[in-house]
């Protein structure tokens, strides 16, 4: 199902409204309100109009407010923080009740003039203030209308203050007027990157000081409510994102023909995305993924040349094959909810790339970029690139039960970054992390594979309810003491430390992560209260069996893994008979991957562990493939058709007859020499 884009930009123009029609009001009063001693009447009906209009203002506000809180599709319309809303709000109101009172006073065109760019003032400053709290910077414009109401104020006040006797009443608020015309300049100076924060945080604290000391003249409601705007927009200067990595990304010429392409045919295109993401790290991306306001169909018409992939269509994505590489484009939108916790039920075409950046998980993976305009970064992502924080874009909630998988995701965008989870995105992934029960088995396999080979210890202890979700046999690990003078830790924080201190290879680390999860079904105590836990490499080789079969593993990995498990127990001999026995039946590489895993688990006990014995038995290994030493029937001097020749018959016998062979070859019996064979087989002919 697609929708068409719809706006609902509808608080400035109920601000406007009320303030046209407050503004009628309260020129009726003032002009038919005041007696002959030029006091106010009592009982004017514009005083009771007046307060039904408020009424109305503030009951319409709230119904508002409500539909687009019920509206998923339009939460983003909500401010953030009661701090900008408040504070926008006030100065939005100041403006006004000083622009209502001016009217009253100058009937002429300055009055006029300011009262229209008052009213224009003070939507974008309530504007402004929604825009700031969802992590956006307000448009260039909406501040360039509050700085030429501030400039008009100044003219009308002027032409006020000239009338009067006493000029040097005026001096603060002249002052005020002018520092806070230069103040909203610095923010605006600040959000683009060319000023310090130390100049706009003396422009804005002079204009403060101004403001409050011009409160005792008439216009003091005014220089109130300006100075309280100010001090709520200093709360939230942390919103304004700080430089970190400008540098222009280098894009394939695939790339950048696909873009010239669409913007040739009067479309926007960007890259989008994880590529956007590496680039700004330093890294070179692997794939690239672009954007545009392009339909599907019309997408498909300009690379009709080319060959494409549709698969993704009705999601609004279309695969173009250049030079053998896939790109794969895709129509700018906004999407709803996901029944099945993997597909949109709809997409929604839209015109904007930052309402196509609003729908995605986190805000390092919000971003564009176009090589004629740079990054396109209303969420922040690259400050918290440089902060090094995984945050998800807009409420942490919708996003995971959007698609629960987000919350693997952002397991594995923390720990392969680096990073640290948010904390409003941390609880909300443990409140939805039932919702993963519904997760195809084989998304969570990829996405937990990728995690572990990046975990480190404290990240699977940290991790340990999400990860107890997915694989609920880990959960009876948690706090299970072993009652052991050779383990300090509990069998979960034992099974932690050693995932992570085992090599990065999937085989390995998937064996250490399941290696103990038999333990609590086997533990037995003996008289003097010493824990032990008789079977469990066995028992645990079951549990990692169920766990990778419901994860839908490959067959190669499970069964490999399942061996690891199951023989973590038996030890490697330090001698070279042995380990050529050894390395002879299950060939090297699974010996060492063994290895590696006793390795870790000895080592990771918490009660110390010398890893002398190890490095031995990978030193002897090194000699016996050094040496090239007899490993298999393969490697002896002889073969079947030596032993026929002499007389023997293909079959069985004669298998066993050249096993034996070898094993006398690896006991050092025999010299693995042509002669030497042949003679002893004519012996067992």
Known sequence: M???????????????????????????????????????????????????????????????????????????????????????????????????????????????????????????????GFCRMQGKLPAFKTRIVVILYFVVHLVSQYRQWSKEPQLALYLFPALASVFLMLAVY???????????????????????????????????????????????????????????????????????????????AGYQCYVVGGCVRDALLGKTPQDYDLCTDAVPEKIAELFEKHELVRTGEKHGTIGVVIDHRLFEITTFRTEGGYADSRHPDWVEFVTDIEDDLARRDFTVNAMAYNPKEGYVDPWGGQQDLEDGVIRAVGDPDTRFTEDPLRILRGMRFAVRLGFWVAEPTRQAMLRQAPLMDTLARERVFSELTQFLLFASAQDILDYEPLLSQVIPELKPCVGFLQHSPHHAFDVFTHIAHVTGGAPALPAIRWAA?????????????????????????????????????????????????????????????????????????YKTEPCCDLLALQKADFCNKGTGGDSAYFEEIYRLIRQIEKEDLCMTVNDLAINGNDLMAMGFVPGPKMGKVLNTLLSYVQEELLVNTRDELLDAARKML
């Open 186 to 264: 610095q923010r605006l100076a600040l959000e683009a990157e060319v000023k310090s924060a130390g100049a706009y945080g003396f422009f804005t604290g002079a204009a403060i000081l101004l403001c409050f000391l011009a409160l005792p003249t008439a216009s003091g409601l005014f220089y109130l409510t300006m100075a309280l705007w100010l001090l709520l927009d200093q709360a939230n200067l942390s919103l304004v994102p700080r430089k970190t990595n400008y540098t222009p990304m280098a894009l394939p010429q695939q790339v950048v023909y696909c873009m010239e392409t669409l913007e040739e």
């Open 513 to 585: 992560l399941l290696h103990d999860t038999g333990k609590p079904a086997c533990f037995t105590q003996d008289e003097t209260g010493r824990g032990h836990f008789y079977g469990h490499a066995k028992i645990s080789g079951e549990i990692a069996n169920e766990v990778l079969l419901r994860m839908k593993a490959s067959t190669a990995l499970r069964q490999h893994v399942v061996w690891l498990v199951e023989s973590h127990m038996i030890p490697f001999e330090p001698e070279v008979k042995s380990l050529r026995r050894r390395m002879a039946r």
């Open 2 to 128: 697609v929708k068409t884009p719809s706006k609902h930009n509808t608080f400035p123009l109920l601000m406007a409204a009320a303030g046209i029609v407050g503004a009628g009001l309260q020129t009726w009063y003032f002009r038919t309100g005041i007696d002959s001693k030029g006091l106010f009447t009592d009982g004017h009906p514009a005083m009771g109009l007046s307060g039904v209009l408020l009424a109305v203002v503030l009951l319409g506000l709230f119904l508002w407010s409500v539909s687009v809180a019920r509206t998923p599709s339009l939460k983003k319309l909500l401010p953030a923080s009661p701090f900008a809303f408040v504070g926008t709000l006030l100065g939005g109101a100041g403006i006004l009740a000083t622009d209502l009172f001016e009217l009253t006073q100058i009937l002429d065109l300055v009055s006029l003039v300011c009262l229209v760019l008052g009213l224009a003032a003070a939507g974008c400053l309530v504007y402004s």
